[in-house]
C-alpha cells in the first residue's frame, strides 16, 4: 500500500467518534440526501454508448450519414424544419434592462434553418459524441414523421403536464396539468432561455413534455408512438430525453444553476486531491425509493462487517427545515469514491457526482438521462451489480481502486472531465438546439399556437416570482450575445456502431464481474 494511502487510512480511522470516515461537511451530506430524496429523483443511463468504442467506427461515413449530411443543408425542402418570421436577433449586449424585454414583435427576416457557424471562417467544432443519441431517440419517427394527430394523441394517451410550441421565434406555453415543485417553471425558462440565446435558429415546433420521473412510452407498442419528452428514457421505452430543470437551479433544494455549481465543484475538487481522501465509497440519499437502495443499506459498515461502503440515509425533515441552506456541493469531494444507485428514475446528482474526481460506482443504471449515454463503464465510472450481490460488488470495487490508485483516478478524472468539459451549458444548450431542430424536422404540419397556451417570456415568467428562484432566472437570462454557434451535431449511429457499442459495454461488465468472482 502507498504511504499516503495508509496515511488516508489512518486518518480515516483516527476520526472521532468511532465514526469510520472523516466527519463530512454537513452541508455535503445535505446534499445527497436531497437529491436523492423522494419523488425527486431517479437516474440513469442505458447499457450502450461510449465514446471511446464509437471513435473509430465513427470515420466510415455510412449511407446513413451521408443522407444526414445532405438533410442538414438548409435548402427548403420538406421534412426541414420551418421558421416562420422569425425576428432577427442584435449582436450587441443588451443593457441589463433590455435584456429582460421580450425580443421585438415585428417579424423582419427569415432566417435559414441550418445551424450555420458564427466565428468567421471557422468550421464548428463537433459536438461531444453523446449528440449522438439524439438520432436515437427520433428514430421511431424517421419514416413517418410526426403528425399533429400524433401529438394530440400522446396528450391523450399519457397525460403530459404541458404543451410547448414555438412560432416565429416566441414560446407559447400550453399547461395539463401540475409539476412537481418548479420542474416546469424551469424547464420552460430554459427552453425560453435557448430562444433568446439563439435568435432566429428555433425552429417553429410543437411538442408536449412530462415532469415526472417515468419514462412511460413502451417500446413493444405496435401502433405508431406519439412522441413525449421528458428527462429521461431507458431501453425499454421511447420517450425523448431532454436537459432536467436542474440545469437553470433547483431553488426549493438550494442548488443554484449548473454553470455557477460546475464552476464551484472544479474549485472544491481541487481543496483535497484523491489520495488524502477517505479510501470508501460513500452515499447518502433517500433509502426508501427506488429498487435498488434498500439492497445498498446492506453494504453500510457495521461491527461486523465492512463492505467499504459509507452509507447514510437523510434526515429529509430536518434539510427541509433549515431550507438546505448549508448545502454545499462544492465542497463534497470528500470520499475517494461515491455511490450512485437510482431512485424512481435518473438521478439528478449524478453530474455532482461525477463532477468530483472521485470514482463513480454505479449500480447498474436502468434509466439514462440525455448526456450518460456517453460514459463508459472503467472509463467514466466503475460498474457495480445490483441487489445482493452489491455490497461485495462496492467492496471489491474499492480495494481495487485502492491497489490501483493511477488507473482508479484516471476513472475519476475522465468522468470530471467529462463534466467539465462535454457538459457545459454551452453544449446543454446545444443538445436543446438540436434536439429541437431535429424534431421539428420532422413535423409533418405547420405548428399553430394550440388552444388554452400562452406566451411566455422573461417578464411573464419573473413577474411576482419569489427570492431565490427569482435570482436563478437573473443568473440564467441569456442575452444572445454569446457570439459563438453552436457545435456541429454528429451523424447517427450506424447499426452496426451501435451494435458494437452494446457489445462494448457489456463485454466491461462481464470483465468486471468475472475479476468479482475470482
Ligand atoms: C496530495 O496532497 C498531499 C498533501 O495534502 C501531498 O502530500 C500529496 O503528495 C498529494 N498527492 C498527489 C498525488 O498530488
Ligand atoms: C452506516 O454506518 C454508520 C457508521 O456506523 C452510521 O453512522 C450510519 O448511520 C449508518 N447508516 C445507516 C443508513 O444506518
Ligand atoms: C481517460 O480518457 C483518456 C482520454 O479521453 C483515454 O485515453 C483514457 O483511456 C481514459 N482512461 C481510462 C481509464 O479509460
Not at 445535505?30 to 437529491?35: E, N, P, Y
Not at 452515499?283 to 434498500?294: H, L, S
Request: hydrophobic letters at 40%; aromatic letters at 10%; proline letters at 8%.
Amino acid at each position: 500500500m502507498e504511504a499516503a494511502e495508509a496515511k488516508a487510512l489512518r486518518l480515516a480511522r483516527s476520526s472521532p467518534s468511532a465514526a469510520p470516515c472523516p466527519p463530512v461537511n454537513s452541508g455535503v451530506l445535505i446534499f445527497f440526501a436531497v437529491l436523492v430524496a423522494g419523488a425527486l429523483v431517479s437516474a440513469g443511463w442505458m447499457s450502450t454508448s461510449a465514446r471511446l468504442q464509437v471513435t473509430p467506427i465513427t470515420r466510415v461515413a455510412s449511407p446513413t450519414t451521408r443522407a444526414h449530411n445532405a438533410a442538414a443543408a438548409p435548402e427548403p425542402v420538406p421534412g426541414s424544419p420551418r421558421f416562420t418570421g422569425v425576428a432577427a436577433s442584435t449582436n450587441q449586449t443588451p443593457s441589463a434592462a433590455e435584456s429582460l424585454a421580450p425580443p421585438p414583435r415585428e417579424a423582419t427576416a427569415v432566417v435559414p434553418a441550418a445551424p450555420a457557424p458564427a466565428e468567421e471562417g471557422a468550421t464548428p467544432r463537433e459536438c461531444p459524441a453523446y449528440f449522438r443519441w439524439i438520432h436515437e431517440d427520433l428514430r421511431p419517427w424517421r419514416g413517418t414523421g410526426v403528425t399533429r394527430g400524433a401529438v394530440e394523441g400522446a396528450r391523450r394517451r399519457y397525460a403530459p403536464k404541458f404543451r410547448v410550441t414555438v412560432v416565429a421565434g416566441r414560446l407559447y406555453v400550453a399547461r395539463y396539468g401540475r409539476c412537481f415543485q418548479t420542474r416546469d417553471v424551469f424547464t420552460q425558462w430554459g427552453i425560453l432561455q435557448l430562444l433568446r440565446r439563439y435568435p432566429g435558429r428555433v425552429p417553429d415546433l410543437d411538442l408536449v413534455f412530462d415532469c415526472q420521473d417515468l419514462p412511460v412510452v413502451d417500446r413493444r407498442r405496435q401502433d405508431q408512438p406519439p412522441p413525449l419528452f421528458r428527462y429521461c428514457g431507458s431501453e425499454a421505452t421511447l420517450d425523448i430525453a431532454f436537459p432536467d430543470w436542474s440545469f437553470w437551479g433547483w431553488p426549493e433544494l438550494n442548488i443554484k444553476p449548473w454553470e455557477a455549481l460546475r464552476r464551484e465543484i472544479n474549485e472544491g475538487n481541487a481543496v483535497v486531491n484523491w489520495t488524502d481522501r477517505a479510501p470508501y465509497a460513500y452515499w447518502k440519499g433517500n433509502p426508501k425509493v427506488g429498487a435498488e437502495r434498500p439492497f445498498l443499506l446492506w453494504c453500510n459498515v457495521s461491527g461486523k462487517r465492512d463492505w467499504n461502503a459509507r452509507v447514510y440515509a437523510q434526515d429529509w425533515g430536518k434539510e427541509v427545515r433549515y431550507g438546505f441552506r448549508d448545502s454545499d456541493l462544492s465542497k463534497q469531494c470528500t470520499h475517494r469514491y461515491k455511490i450512485y444507485v437510482e431512485g424512481r428514475g435518473w438521478s439528478v446528482s449524478e453530474k455532482y457526482i461525477l463532477g468530483c474526481d472521485s470514482v463513480a460506482l454505479m449500480v447498474r443504471p436502468r434509466f439514462h438521462d440525455f448526456f450518460s449515454r456517453g460514459l463508459s463503464p472503467l472509463r467514466h465510472y466503475w460498474p457495480v451489480r445490483g441487489g445482493r450481490g452489491m455490497c461485495r460488488s462496492i467492496q471489491f470495487a474499492v480495494d481495487w481502486g485502492n491497489a490501483h490508485a493511477d488507473k482508479a483516478q484516471e476513472i475519476g478524472g475522465n468522468a470530471s472531465r467529462f463534466v467539465q468539459e462535454e457538459l457545459t451549458m454551452d453544449r446543454v444548450y446545444d443538445y436543446m438546439l438540436h434536439l429541437l431542430t431535429e424534431y421539428a424536422r420532422l413535423l409533418r404540419y405547420e405548428p399553430a399556437v394550440p388552444r388554452g397556451a400562452a406566451e411566455v417570456t422573461v417578464e411573464s415568467m419573473t413577474r411576482g416570482r419569489p427570492g431565490l428562484e427569482r435570482e436563478f432566472m437573473m443568473d440564467t437570462v441569456e442575452d444572445g450575445a454569446s457570439g459563438r454557434g453552436p457545435c456541429r451535431l454528429p451523424p447517427p449511429f450506424s447499426p452496426q456502431e451501435l451494435e458494437a457499442l452494446r457489445r462494448a459495454r457489456a463485454d466491461v461488465v462481464r470483465q468486471v464481474e468475472a475479476w468479482e468472482k475470482n
